[in-house]
């Protein structure tokens, strides 16, 4: 049986189609966000590097849906499917530095963790 409601989601924003602002813009929302680092320098199976994005994390006071986690990720451009995040800790944890190790060519960098303001 599928997976029908959880608690915390991923999502790939694009800076070059992103919204200007889109970090206040998620803050506004209220639901805590962790944003990785800029990935730009990942390279694809043929070396060919990716286009620059950052890795978000949603995690929200209660579970919804695929279709709702898709809704609330559609104002910042960036991928069209949320998915599903299994280990919240894990994906935190190695998310900045998931790069840096295999990558040397990457510079390890801060992360940023958007808190719900009360």
Known sequence: MGLSKTRNWGFVIYPESAPDGWQDLLADTHIPAFISPLHDRDTDENG???????????????????????????????????????????????????????KPSMIPQKSLLLTAQM
Do not use: D, W
């Open 48 to 102: 060919e590097v990716k286009k620059a994005h950052y890795h978000i994390v949603r995690m929200l006071n209660g579970p919804i849906t695929q279709k709702r986690a898709n809704e609330l990720i559609e104002p910042f451009c960036g991928t069209k499917s949320a998915e599903y995040i299994k280990s919240l800790r894990g994906m935190c944890v190695t998310l900045p530095i998931l790069t840096a190790r295999p």
